[in-house]
Structure formats: C-alpha cells, structure tokens
C-alpha cells in the first residue's frame, strides 16, 4: 500500500536525487528486512524516515550509504546506478547515531580527515575547518578530543565532518537519540536551520513521531519493512491512509466496533457498549466488518454543538495535570483509554473521577479503518 | 550547639573543614585497600621481591676474601702494584691459609679466586696442603718455594682488588671487563663472550617480536571481526601452546622439525627445495619455537584491543571517502596500536628472558642471557656472575620499557 503522496512543489519535476526502485533486504535469506521499497527522494528536500525500532529504517538508510547491498532492486544516485558502488566512493556524508568521531584525532583533525582523504591543500583545509567549526558554534574545540566534548558537542563535531566535504547528499540515522531532550529540540531547531542554509538533500531517521513532524519537508512511515504512507508532516497528521500512520504519529484515541450502516461519506460503527458512532470511511467498508476508529483528542469538543455528528456522554476515568494543559481520561464506547485534552487554565479541569461530561466531534475528524485482523 | 553546627556546615567548613574530611575520607578508603591488598603484597615481597633483590645483592657481594683473609687483606693496604709484596704481607698470607688448613673454605677461597684468574685454585689448594706448621724463617721464601706463583704480581693483584666487602669484579666480568695493572680494561678476545650475548639476545628478542606481530596481527583482525563462535573457535587454537607441556611441544618440534622430519619431508615432496632445510639446532630453530611460545602473548592483547574498535569508526572513514587501504592505514592501524605496544612490550620481555626452548632447540651459538644466568647458577655455581647478568637483563628491560613508554605511552602499554 506504497502511498505515492504529492511531492514538494518546486521541485515536483526535477529528477530526484535518490531513486530506490524495487529494492528488498534480506540478511538471513529467509526475512526480508525491506520488502518491495519504492521511494523518490527529491533534490534539496528534508525526507524522514519514521518508524518503531526494527521497521527497517537503518537498512534503507546504509544500503543508500553503501554499506549493506540490497538484495534485490537498484538505487540510483543521480540518476547512476549505486547500487554495488562501494561506499568511499558514493560522496555522501553519514551521521551516526553515535557520533563515531575517530577517538585518536582531535576535532579539527576529525573535520579535516575527508579533506585529507580527497588532498585538498593544508590552507584550504584549515580555512574549510575553521569555517565548519564555526557553522556548527565548536570554533573553540578543534584541539580537544571527541572524549573531553559533550554529547551534544560531539553530534555537532560528527556533522561538520559530514558537511565539510560539501556533499549534496547527508544521511542522520537517529542523530540526536542519546542526548537529553532539551539539547534534542535545540539540536534538531540548528539542524533544520543548517538544512536551510546549505540547501543539501537530508535523510532523516528516527523513531521519535515529534521530531519527524517538526523537522522534514516528508515523511516516510516505516512499518515492518514497508513504507506505510509517504506525505508532509501535516497531511501525515491530518489524513493518515492506515490504522498504524493514525497510531504512529500524533496522539490518537481508538475505538473498535462493528460497521452497522455505510453511506456515501460515513460509516455508523457500533462499540462494545451499542453506542453507535459516525466516522470516515478511509477503507471500503462493508456493514458487518471489524473495524477502528481514530480520533485525535485534540478534535474532541467539551461543548459539542448540534452540529456535530457525535455527541455523547462520558464519566470521567482519571485527572491528569500536565502543567498546559489537563488530560482527562475517559470511559467511551467499552474503551477505557479514550483521551481528551483541555488547555488550562479551565474551570473543567478540576473534573472529579466519576463525574460525567458531554463531548462531542464531527464524523470528518473521525476517519474508520478495517481492522488489521479481519 | 545544634544550630551552631549547622552554621558551620553552611558557612565555615567549605575552605578548610571540607578537604579535611575528604582526605579523611580517602585515607579511610585506603587504608581499606591496603587491608585487602596486604596477603597478595606481603606474598609478592616475601617470595619475590626479596629473593630478588637479595639475588641482585650477590653481583656486588664479596663475602669470602675478606672473611677468610682477614690478616692479607689488611698487610695489603701498603703494596703498590707492579712489585713483589714484602716480608709482612707473605707471613700474612701464610698465618690466613695456615687458618683454613683442613677446613672446606680452602676450597671455597680456591673457586672464588679462580674465577678471576684461572689456575688460582691450584695454587691455593698446593699451598695450604703445603704449608708447614712450624714457624718459617721467611714466609716469602717458603711460599716461592710452595709455588712460584706467588713471585707473579696478577695474584697479589687479584687478592689486592678484591680485599673489599663489596666488588666490581662481577659486573665488570658481565662486561667482559676486568681490573688489569692499568686500571679497568677489555678481556682478551676468547674470554669476551658476554658482549656478544647481550647482542644476541636483543637481536633474538627483536626478532621474535616483529615474527610474532607480523603473524598475530592478521590473526587477531580476523578473530575480532568473526562471529562470536568462531571467533572462539580461533581463540582455543591460539591458546592450545598455553595448554600442552614444554615437552610435548618439543617433541612435536622435532618431529616437524628435524632433518627427516614431517616440514623437510612435504618440502621435498613438493619440490620446493632439494636438499633437506636444517631447521633445529640453529638460529632457525630457535625462532621458530619461540614464536610458536609467545604469539598467544601477541595475539590475545591485540586482539582484545581490536574487539573494543567499534565498526562504525571504520564505516564513518569509508563514508568520508577513504578506500578500505586508507582506513586501515588512517584509523584500524592507529587504534590498534595499544594493543600492538602492549603485546610487543610483553613479547619482548618474556623472549629476553628464555632460556629452555632455546637451550632445546638452538645450538650452542644461539643461547641467550637466561641460559647463561642458569648456567652460572646451576653448573659453574658462579652466583655472583650470575647475579650480574641478571643485574643487566634487568636493566636492558627496564630501558627498553622506558623508552617504549616514552614512545607511545605508559598507559599504552598496559595488557586489557
Ligand atoms: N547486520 C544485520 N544482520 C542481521 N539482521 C540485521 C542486521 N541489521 C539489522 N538486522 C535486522 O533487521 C531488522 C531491521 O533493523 P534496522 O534496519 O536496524 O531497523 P531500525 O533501524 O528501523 O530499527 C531488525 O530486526 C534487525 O534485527
Ligand atoms: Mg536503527
């Protein structure tokens, strides 16, 4: 279910830079870690590739650095086959999650080893160096070792190192896991800003949904070696093609039911407890199927008009205080898990466990899948 | 009380107070070591330490002379070298060995002297048995007459030189040096062998060394890049030399080895050569066992420096544009060289000091400084001798460990 999603404008009839075609990976011969991948990725853009620990991500990104072979399928780079070039020779710059700075150079000998390797002169180097150093703000590092710099400090070193040798091309497998997460969103603002400024074609992985959303131009949605749904972060967000994209990105609210009446836009489903809800359909469903509702708790409405296409009344579960905002846990439909999120401050939010409310929200905010296992 | 304590706590202690109770602290968790660590140090210095430097003592050592010939040694104060001492110093002589008549230290005295000049434990053994009881007119005449020996002044030279509680004789011996009537000089051409023998053993150990980096290093490489089972696999193989005797390994040397042995036979067999390789009793045999010894000893250090080198270094080279040539020369190589300083270090030392496998499997020319330190221990029972060439094997490697260090750095040379 390759989901080929609108490319960013400008670039929409550009050759793309990168081009998997086909491509399968098995390590065993038996598994297929990547099965059937397609995936255009277009000049200049910032692609992520998002997905729960194991989907593959890693594969796909070292058989485009050129360190594991595909099985099967080619890539191309700029329109030449990559496919069994040997790394060292493809020009792209690799960021690893754990920085693999060269533990026996200093910083400035760590930014200047592609330059070295490439003999470019000792002035033009160390003016290159310098200028690196300064763009990622190290300017006073380049003597230290990568074992005396922090966290942080080392990811910045371990990018100059991939920028300083001016690829077009820049592959992040989950840059910023280890670091803690108030230098993760300043690290991912100054990567987005130097992504800006460079205007090189980034591949992003992580498995983290909120540092994909605020970061690329598209996301990928790995799931269990296949790309679930390739979009832009808010169509991603807004219109997710399957249960698992729903799931994945955003907070979401599940509900399961049986579909009890189609119409043109709607489906009615009824949940374990006959409450019977109103969604849209985003698989053909028929009356009779298994199937789940997902809803964002952000489009539930504590003063549901009558507008809306469900309205109902649910007791209050749980009360939990997130400094912004208040998080009611609620029971609906059989669920126990239903989540609704009220900014504070908000006299509602002192909601007693038991307490009953009215919510309520639009059956174009609700989108119904079929069950996976039906 | 309460609340002035806590004043303190908040505002005095941080200056003074504060590093006293940290270096309380400390000396607390000191002394804890030193509780724990006290069985393995007394063991170490009461069967070690000790032993060996009481061993190292005996290089300068010069107990006998002084015991047995109180009276000479003191007559001999006032004798210049070049002449024939006087009257005093003959009836000295004579009262000392008429002293040792019938006692074991007249041949104790014998060894010690002979070993400065060769036939002087003759002339100690004629003489004493010799000696008459009576008084003599004069001592000088009847000892001439005794042996004529005693009108040469080397002797007197020997007995002179080596009158003192403490003596170079050893470690210049060691040297092949000596004390001659012009002061220290070189021993004649046949007697200089230890020279020589210090060459040879660095050249061997040198040897050793490079043989042993030369075949672990790809050894290692490879079993820290296989999977786990095999890599296991390979690490049994290069400890079996751990697990077999001396004298299983060298029977199988010989077997291998020896002129109609299995090595020479497949050679020929192949054609490779015509005649039959000497590979025992010469300098090849001796390097090829002690490189069979010792390569575990290269291999396990470089090995485990290796398996610490995270793959994704050399993935991030490659990624930066180096050929795998220019990875391994610019980043494996360099990150392996604790590994390497700290296998040939150990190499190194432990070939300076083999004796066995070459006194085995080498000639005569190929024995090394610990098979002549065994020799003058066991054989020539020569301790001081002995104890000399340990003085300079330890010395040699105390050297060698210095500018090593200094080289590549003392904390690379540690074995993980
Ligand atoms: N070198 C390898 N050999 C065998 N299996 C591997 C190898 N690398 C990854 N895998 C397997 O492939 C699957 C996907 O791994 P990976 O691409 O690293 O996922 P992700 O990066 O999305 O977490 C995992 O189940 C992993 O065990
Ligand atoms: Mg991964």
Redesign the interface.
């Known amino acids: 279910m390759n989901a080929i999603a609108p490319l960013p404008s400008e670039a929409g009839t550009a050759w793309p830079i990168v081009r998997f075609a086909g491509v399968r990976k098995s390590y065993d011969g038996e598994n297929l870690i990547v099965k059937d991948l397609d995936l255009d990725i277009v000049r200049g853009e910032f692609l992520t590739l998002l997905g729960p620990s194991g989907s593959g991500k890693t594969t796909t990104l070292m058989m485009l650095?050129?360190?594991e072979i595909p099985t099967e399928g080619t890539i191309l780079l700029g329109g030449r086959n990559i496919t069994n070039l040997?790394?060292?020779r493809?020009?792209?710059?690799?960021v690893?999650q754990?920085y693999?700075?060269?533990?026996?150079m200093t910083i400035g000998q760590n930014i200047a080893?592609?330059l070295r390797?490439?003999g470019v002169t000792a002035t033009e180097t160390e003016r290159r160096v310098e200028e690196a150093l300064t763009m990622v703000k190290l300017g006073a590092f380049a003597e230290r070792r990568p074992a005396q710099l922090s966290g942080g400090q080392q990811q910045r070193a371990a990018l100059a190192?991939?920028l300083v040798?001016r690829p077009e091309l820049v592959l992040l497998d989950e840059p910023l896991g280890a670091l803690d997460k108030q230098l993760r969103e300043q690290m991912q603002y100054e990567l987005k800003q130097l992504h800006e400024e460079l205007k090189v074609t980034m591949v992003y992985v992580t498995h983290d949904q909120t540092e994909a959303l605020t970061m690329s131009d598209r996301i990928a949605v790995f799931n269990d070696g296949r790309i679930q749904q390739l979009a832009t972060p808010a169509d991603l967000y807004e219109n997710p093609l399957n249960a698992f994209v729903a799931e994945f990105v955003g907070e979401n609210n599940r509900l399961v039911g049986d579909v009890v009446d189609t119409g043109l836009s709607a489906v009615s489903i009824r949940l374990a407890d006959g409450t019977v809800v109103r969604g849209k359909a985003v698989d053909e469903l028929r009356k009779g199927d298994r199937a789940v509702l997902s809803l964002r708790p952000e489009r539930v409405s504590l003063d549901p008009t009558d507008s809306f296409a469900n309205v109902l009344s649910a007791p209050v579960e749980k009360v939990i205080y997130l400094g912004d905002a208040t998080r009611l846990i609620l029971r609906v439909g059989g669920s126990e898990e239903f989540s609704v999120k009220i900014p504070n401050p908000d006299d509602r939010a002192t909601m007693m466990r038991g307490d009953a409310i009215r919510i309520g929200w639009r059956d174009t905010d609700c989108r119904a899948f079929r069950l996976a296992n039906s | 009380m309460q609340a002035s304590l806590e004043m303190m706590g908040e505002t005095e202690i941080p200056k003074m107070g504060l590093r006293t109770l940290v270096r309380r602290a400390e000396r607390r968790h000191f002394m804890t070591m030193l509780a724990l660590m006290a069985p393995s140090v007394i063991f170490v210095a009461l069967l070690f330490v000790i032993p060996i430097l009481l061993f190292l003592f005996r290089s300068v050592d010069n107990a006998e002379i002084p015991t047995l010939l109180p009276k000479t040694a003191v007559a001999l104060d006032t004798w210049r070298d070049g002449e024939i001492p006087g009257e005093p110093v003959f009836a000295a002589l004579a009262s000392d060995l008429h002293a040792l008549k019938g006692s074991p230290d007249a041949a104790l005295l014998g060894r010690r002297l002979n070993f400065a000049v060769p036939g002087y434990r003759r002339l100690i053994t004629r003489t004493v048995t010799s000696l008459p009881g009576t008084q003599m007119a004069s001592a000088k005449e009847t000892l001439a007459a005794i042996d004529k020996s005693w009108l040469d002044p080397v002797y007197w030279r020997t007995l002179k030189s080596q009158s003192g509680r403490i003596t170079d004789f050893y470690l210049l011996s060691a040297l092949d040096l000596q004390r001659g009537a012009g002061g220290i000089e070189k021993v004649s051409g046949e007697q200089a062998i230890f020279m020589s023998l210090y060459g040879r053993t660095l050249y061997t150990a040198f040897g050793v060394t490079a043989l042993c980096l030369l075949i672990g290093y790809p050894v290692a490489a490879v079993m820290a890049a296989a999977r786990p089972a095999v890599a296991n696999w390979l690490l049994s193989l290069v400890l079996i030399p751990f697990w077999t005797s001396l004298l299983v390994r060298t029977t199988a040397w010989v077997v291998l080895l020896q002129t109609e042995g299995l090595v020479n036979k497949v050679l020929l067999q192949l054609g490779v050569i015509s005649e039959p390789l000497k590979l025992m009793f010469n300098t090849a045999g001796v390097f090829i066992a002690m490189v069979h010894v010792l390569l575990p000893y290269m291999i396990l250090p470089v090995y485990s420096v290796m398996k610490g080198i995270?793959p994704?270094?050399l993935?991030?080279?490659?990624?930066?544009?180096?050929?795998?040539a220019?990875?391994f020369r610019?980043?494996y190589l360099?990150?392996t060289i604790p590994g390497v300083a700290a296998g040939c270090t150990l190499v190194f030392v432990l070939s300076l000091g083999f004796y066995v496998t070459p006194a085995l499997v080498g000639g005569p020319g190929d024995q090394m400084i610990g098979y002549f330190i065994a020799y003058f221990t066991n054989s020539a029972v020569n301790w001081g001798l002995a104890s000399a060439l340990g003085v300079f094997l330890l010395l040699l490697i105390g050297v060698i460990y210095l500018a090593l260090g200094k080289l590549v750095g003392f904390d690379k040379l540690k074995v993980r």
Not at chain 2, 315 to 324: D, E, T, V, Y
């Open positions: 650095a050129g360190f040997p790394p060292h493809r020009g792209i710059g690799v690893f754990n693999a700075l060269f533990p026996h080893y592609p390797i490439r190192r991939a040798f | 995270s994704v270094h993935r991030a080279a490659a990624s930066l544009g180096a050929n795998p220019t990875v610019t980043v360099p990150l």
